[in-house]
Structure formats: C-alpha cells, structure tokens
C-alpha cells in the first residue's frame, strides 16, 4: 500500500526591489569597508607615506644647493612639495582601487554583485573611500610643509586639500576602470605601475614646465595630471616669499600655443577625467559575472 506525501509549502522569496535608498546605502557600506580595512593596515600607511616624504626631504634637500646657483631666492623643495601632494595621492587612490582585483580573487566581490542594487554604486562607493583614503594620506604630507618653508595658511590648506579630493576621486575612478579591466592581481600590478610612472614624471613634479623641448612640452601637456600638479603649485607659490625670476622660472603655468591655462579650466580638466573614468569602469563593471 503506497502513501502520498503531502506536499511540502514552497516559501516565497522576495528580492527587494532597487532604489535610490539601496543605492545610497551600498555606497555607504561599500566606503566603511574600505576605511576599516585601511585603518587596520598600518604597514600600507607607512609605506604610501615613505616614498614622498623621502623625495621631499632627501631628493629635494640635495638639489637645493644646486638650484639656489643658477635661480636665488628659491628652496628647491618648495617646488616639489605640490609634486609629492600628487605623488601621495597617485599611488594611494590607484592602489585602493586596485582592492577590486583581489575582492574578485578571493569571491567577495560576486557577493557584492548579487545584492539588489545598481552595480554603479559598488563603483561610486570605491571611487568615494579612495578619494577619502588618498585625501587624508594627502592631509599627512600638507603637515609637514612648514619642514621646507611652505606657510601654513588656512586659505591655502583648504585650497590644497580641495584640489587633493578632487584629484584622489580622479585617480581612484582611473584604478577603478584599470581594476575592471584585469583578471589578476599581478597583472592590475604591473598595468598600474606601467601607467603611473609616466603619468608622475611627466606631470612637472620634479621639473618646471618652462623651457621644455618641444617633444617634451607637447608630452606633458597631453598628460592629465599635468592640470592637477599646475594648480597646486600655483596655490603654493602664491603664498610663498620667492624673488620673481623665481616664480617665473619655477611656476610658468601651462600654456596652450601662447595661451595661459586658468587655473579654473585646468581642474575643470582633471573632474572630467575623473567623471569619463568613472562611467567607463561603471559599463566595465557591469560585465562582471
């Protein structure tokens, strides 16, 4: 005699739809993660920090003697302190990026891409914690200005960090859509250090904009981070004691055929950089399986 089972009750799963609200939400976690796994990594911290201060201290302490020579009235280490603000936030905001790679190495990032809620905002979260980490790394450098004669000016702190957080955003969207686009962590590694260092020597960090070949100016003029280091170290020079052969030696500004670049357009640059990064890692990540 064969018995009928009854029948087991399914139970209804629900998927809550997307909003504005989840959206902001996983933003917002997204960004805590981050910052909780930064703070937890004090060897990362050093390490990112070491590398500018080195240049500042050292490098830029050595050719002193010998730029005070040929142009008076300028500490070499003031021209290279808005270079080592870009430097500091250059490899921080791409390597806090780069975290995409491994969370998809080690399957956290599938968990992330099944939640209910628009893949752009995992990408905005990203792009908001490491503009926030390469922000406050910036913050660390600015403190040691008064070490090589840059005057702490509230006006010129403020301006300073401005221009910090809109470049971290920048560099962190670029890392974003750097990290989309590799499978591995070794790659991301090595792509990364491929596009950084030609971006950073040929942004004017370590060398004026005038008197250029003309190889060279047509290089450093198509760099984008050239329009991040400029403005920086326009604000710098504007509160700093400098003979003017100096100031026009070591700050000429970038020039487009004759035409001085306002400052106003060049950081326009730098946000449509960071926005046009931003969309293209957003499509990218949308491909993610």
């Known amino acids: 005699m064969t018995t009928t089972r009854p029948a087991t009750a399914l139970a209804a799963v ?30 990362r911290i050093a390490a990112s920090l070491l590398s500018p201060l080195l240049y500042l ?12 020579d040929a142009v008076s009235g300028i500490d070499f280490r003031q021209f290279m302190f808005s270079g080592m603000l870009v430097m500091t936030v250059l490899y921080t905001g791409m390597f806090s990026a780069g975290s995409i790679v491994f969370d998809r190495e080690f399957g956290f990032l599938r968990e992330m891409l099944v939640a209910p809620v628009r893949r752009g905002a995992i990408v905005l979260g990203k792009c908001l914690s490491g503009a926030t980490i390469a922000t406050s790394q910036g913050i660390v450098v600015i403190g040691f200005a008064g070490l090589v004669g840059v005057p702490y000016h509230p006006v010129l702190i403020l301006t300073l960090v401005a221009e910090l957080l809109l ?7 670029l ?12 790659t ?22 005038g008197g250029l070949p003309s190889w060279l100016q047509l290089l450093t003029r198509l760099n984008p981070l050239t329009y991040a280091v400029d403005p920086m170290r326009d604000a710098v020079f504007g509160y ?3 003979s003017p052969e100096a100031a026009a030696a070591f700050n000429p500004g970038v020039s487009w055929f004759g035409w001085h670049v306002p400052v106003a357009l060049e950081l326009a640059i730098v946000a449509v950089m960071g926005a046009g990064m931003l969309v293209v890692g957003a499509r990218q990540f949308n491909r993610e399986e």
């Open 57 to 68: 201290l050292v490098f830029g302490a050595g050719l002193t003697p010998i730029i005070s």
């Open 167 to 173: 470049l971290s955003f920048s560099l962190t969207a």
């Open 240 to 242: 700093l004691d400098v």
């Open 14 to 43: 629900r998927v809550p739809e997307r909003s504005i609200v989840a959206d902001l939400r996983a933003i917002r976690i997204v960004w805590q993660r981050d910052i909780i796994r930064f703070l937890h990594e004090r060897s």
């Open 175 to 186: 890392g974003v859509m750097m990290a989309t686009l590799t499978k591995g962590g070794p």
């Open 188 to 209: 991301f590694m090595a792509v990364s250090q491929l596009f950084l260092m030609p971006l950073f020597f040929l942004s004017g960090a370590l060398f004026p904009l």
